[in-house]
Every structure is written in structure tokens, then in C-alpha cells.
């Protein structure tokens, strides 16, 4: 029996040791099957086959690869379509918070959150332009790049007067705001109008 | 972590990311030209009906199409 006791206490340290930090670090065939669920199936009910997890239904995540790669993969999601699916490219720009962030094939694992600014696009020699209205982009060790937006429009499909128009409002709305949340949703749209002046001007 | 970093002016001001969120991309859909401004808004409109219940059963529905609210 202690000497049951003795094995049973060794095996958790284990357990502890294999958790990883990133799941990209994790060899790819790991990830198509939900090893820890059918092994506790297996064990509880041998006769049955374990059922399919959502896991194995997904594609694995590709591996990081050991050189940087020459291209960048991007996919670029609308709450209500795809705009870009893994397509291949040079270069995005991206309207993060913190500035215009360049994201090139090899970029560091990020995660930031997007401002109404200009996202572009570059592949070979041409550039698509989209003003996003606010969103994250996710850039994954393995030069793949994740971009969610709520409302991302090309900039032909804007009108500059209305956005005049709308810049001309809210400043005036914000001089005559009284609460904090009147205040807020002014500056809001204050900035809003003011990206897309830029983006229609610049 | 930083506990006191910068919080964003609509956090400060009592605003959830979502609502801020939204906002942007009304005001955003606002400035299109006509036929797309079109077809964003119907594209966003909502239509749902709500009853109110009572002792376990629904009095009677309301259908309610407004457009979006923030």
C-alpha cells in the first residue's frame, strides 16, 4: 500500500511540468486529437467510442516554422462576413491605439486593439485601403494575422460631406455637453470624423 | 500589472468597450455614400418581439422593429 501511496504522490509534479506557455509551441499533431478526453473515456466506458470533440473538427494551428516566412497570412473578419480568408501578402497596416503599426511576415506575437483609422493592405505592387471602425488585431508567432473589425469599409464608399458634417456636429455637440457621457460620446464621435477626414484627405 | 494604467476617456466615463464599439461603427455607417449607406442600415436592423410572463405564462407579444440602439 506505501508503495502505491509513494507512485500516486509522484504523479502529479508531472502533469505540472508538461503545461506549455504558447499553443503554437505545441507539435502540431498534438492538437487534432483530445488525447486527455478519450483517455478518461476510454477508461470510465472501454465499449463505446469516445465521441468527436470540437477539437478534432478544427484545423491544428501551423506550427511556428524554425526561418521567418516570406509571406504574411491575414484574415481580415467582418461580424457579418470575410473580407480576407489566409490570403497571402507583403505587409499590412494596421490603425492600432498606439500608432500605424507595420506588421510584416516574422512579426512578433501581439495583441492590439484598433482605433478608427486606415488599414492597408499591401501585396506586390498594390495597396487596398479599409477605414476600420474599431476592432483587435491578433498576430500569432507563426505569421499569421488575425484582424476583427466591427465595421470596415473601403474608403470609396464614403462620402466627404457627411463626414463634414458629422465633424461639424459633435464638436458643436461637445460644447454644450453637460455629463460626462454626453462629454464621452461627443469626443467619440469627434474622433471618429476627425480618422475619417484623414483617411478621405490624406 | 499596472492597477492606475491610463484608462481610455469613454472607460473613465462609465462606457463598456462594446458600447464604444458600436457607437464607432453607427457613426462610421453614417457616413456612407447612398446605395451602401443603404444596405448597412438594412443590414443591421432588428426585429424582435418581447412578452412579458406571468405565474409561468406569456401574456400577450410585442413585435418591435426599431432600428439599432447604441
Redesign the interface.
Known sequence: MLRQASRLLARPPRLAARARPFSTDLPAADQTADATFTEAWNKVIPNIDPPKTPLSFMQPRPPTPSSIPSKLTVNFVLP?ASALATKEVDMVIVPA?TGQMGVLPGHVATIAELK?GVLSVHEGNEVTKY?V???FVFIHANSFADIIA??A?PLD???AN??QK?LAEFTLKLSSATT??E???A???ID??SA?NSALTG | MASNAAV???R????TYIT??????N????????P??AE?LS?EKVHFSISKWTDGKPEKATLRSDSPDE
Request: proline content about 4%; charged content about 20%; aromatic content about 12%.
Open positions: 457579418y491605439t478608427p477605414f471602425s474599431s476592432g466591427v465595421e469599409v464608399q464614403l462620402d457627411l463626414v458629422g460626462d457621457l462629454k464621452a460620446e469626443q467619440i464621435g471618429v470624423h475619417l | 481610455p476617456f469613454w473613465a466615463a462609465g462606457m464604444y464599439s458600436n457607437i464607432c461603427a457613426l462610421v455607417r453614417n457616413c456612407l455614400k447612398e451602401y449607406k448597412a443590414r
